[in-house]
Every structure is written in C-alpha cells, then in structure tokens.
C-alpha cells in the first residue's frame, strides 16, 4: 500500500540525521496551513522533518508553501488529487526520520508534542505506535477526549477499536517507520475510518501504546470529512469489508448499532436531504446488516458498547467517528 514517489517536483529539506518526521496531506486548506505549520516548525528543533504532500489543491497552496522558507520543510504538489491516504503514505516516503507523526493539515500539535513524542519513543524502544487524546475545537468550544489510561493488549485493543470505543484522529497517530513498512501503511482506498484499519493491522503484530497526553488540537472546520455526515454508510461499509472480525457472531449486534447510529446522525441533526442520501446507500450496501433484526441489534450493541466504555480505568470520549 505504500506510495512510491513520483516525478513531480519536490523541495527537500536539509536536515542531517531527523529524529522525527511529522507528514500533512493537504487539499485546499489554505487558511488554516499556516496555523498547521507553524504548530510544528515553531519547536526550534534541528532534528525533525516536516513533510506536505498538496493533494491537487486549487486555492495557492503551492505558491503558500513555496515562500515558506524552513531547511525542516519538504513538500510535494500533485496536479490531481490522489486522496489522503495515498498523499500520507508518499509524505511517508519522502521522509527519512525513524519516527512519524501524521497531522491533518487543519489540525494543530500544541507546544512540547515533538519533545514529548521523541522522548517516549527514545524510553520505550518495544513501542512500535502510539495515540494520544485530543481537544475538539469547533464553534461551540472546546472538548476533551482522553483515552483509557491504561493499554490493553492487543486482543481488547482490536475489540476496542471494533466497537468505535476509542477517540480517534490521525493527527493522534505516531509510528515507527518500520513498523509502518511491515503493515504496507495507510489503505490508500479507504477514505473513511483510515486511521482506525491502519491501527488493526497495527496491533496484529505490534505494540501500540495509549498516551495520557491531550496535547493535539483538531478544528473541526466545514470541510472536514469526519464533520460530514455523507458518505458514513459508504465508508462504513468499506472498512466493514476489510475487517473480518465482523463477520463473528460476537459482532453482529455492534454492527447494527454502528450501521443504525451512521444513519441516524444525519436525522438528528436536522440534515434530512443526506439522511436520506444514507438509507439509499444502506440499501446497496454489501456488508452491512438489514432487515427486520437491525434495530433490536441496534439496542443490544449500545448496550454492549456502553458497558465495555464502563469497563475501563478511564472512560474514553469518543469522537464524531
């Protein structure tokens, strides 16, 4: 899965031996790229890469990030857009750090993350991948979601993530570039519920561990996709694909209540024209339930899921995905 560099143009970074590279993908973000970048260039060190791979953007991106001038800095224009997943396993590429951090490139690291990261990895050498929490930042203010404090094993941890019980955002993701390797990186078909397929084939073979840190901010602006009910159910019903686990009756339940919630959502919310977008697709859907079940499934699998967030040390707030 992992993107193979192009012939197009690249400005690379001069920085000797980086201890760790910070990759964005970005399409038409232009107003909120400068806050981005500067949440990681403004740490002062000498030893980190930043990588942007402009994903197709039409709004002078690429004349943005030609005055910016960072030895650290390194970036890519694609003249179409090949999606982010495809865009974050390039940037990966074109790095060279032994560590990565992804980070959207409306989202922002507060001050210390870099340190921090590098630390934690540097003491912790069988760790191969960590999350941390997050503040959600949108209109209405500002909300905290943090993760269980303790880290399950891999087993609870793919159960966990099956039943959408841990806050998510790629922003969150920091990995070993071995590791990220070994797995054949981001799914570069897969445009919804990346970072949660990234983290299953993840814990199959290596550790990931749980931060107690909140130390990303993610904005919630107007085109971000997990603030976009359309296209829920579709991207539901890929990542239902890959994930075998599903097809257990241990998750027949859960995935109704998944499948009903995306549906919902939009209802709720007052979006009646996508709401209906989402049942239409729902009916063409190929690995999502149906039938007169869903919806005693629907309560059976909140229930589950309530009770396994109850069960750990520190109840996780879980995001909009």
Not at 91 to 97: E, K, T, W
Request: contains cysteine.
């Amino acid at each position: 899965m992992t993107a193979q560099p192009t012939s197009f143009p690249l400005e690379r970074a001069r920085v000797a031996a980086p201890r760790l590279a910070v990759v964005i993908p970005t399409k038409n973000r232009r107003d909120s790229l400068p806050r981005t970048l500067a949440s990681v260039l403004d740490n002062g060190r000498a030893d980190i890469e930043l990588v942007v791979i402009d994903d197709g953007s039409t709004d002078g991106t690429e004349h943005y990030l030609a005055t910016v001038d960072d030895p650290r800095l390194a970036w890519r224009r694609r003249p179409t857009s090949v999606g982010a997943n495809r865009a974050r396993n390039e940037g990966a590429a074109l790095s060279s750090a032994p560590l990565i951090a992804f980070l959207d490139s409306d989202d922002a690291f507060r001050p210390g993350r870099l340190d921090r990261l590098i630390a934690f990895f540097d003491a912790n050498p069988d760790i191969a991948c960590s999350i941390d929490g997050f503040s959600d930042v949108s209109d209405s203010g500002e909300r905290v979601h943090r993760l269980p404090r303790t880290t399950p094993d891999s087993a609870k941890l793919r159960q966990l993530l099956l039943c959408h019980c841990i806050p998510l955002t790629n922003s969150t993701v920091t990995v070993r570039r071995a590791a990220f390797t070994a797995v054949g990186g981001y799914d570069p078909d897969l445009w919804r519920h990346q970072d949660r397929e990234l983290l299953l084939r993840l814990a199959r073979q290596h550790r990931i561990a749980f931060g107690a840190a909140t130390d990303v901010l993610k904005y919630r602006s107007g085109n971000s996709i997990s603030r976009n009910h359309a296209g829920y159910i579709r991207g539901l019903d890929d990542f239902v694909a890959r994930c075998p686990d599903y097809r257990s009756p241990d998750y027949e339940s859960m995935l109704s209540y998944l499948t009903v919630r995306g549906a919902l959502k939009a209802f709720a919310q007052g979006h009646f024209d996508v709401a209906l977008a989402e049942m239409k697709d729902w009916r063409k859907a190929g690995n999502l339930p149906g039938g007169l079940h869903v919806l005693p499934g629907y309560f059976v699998g909140r229930r589950q899921r309530r009770l396994l967030e109850k069960a750990l040390d520190q109840p996780a707030t879980t995001s909009a995905e």
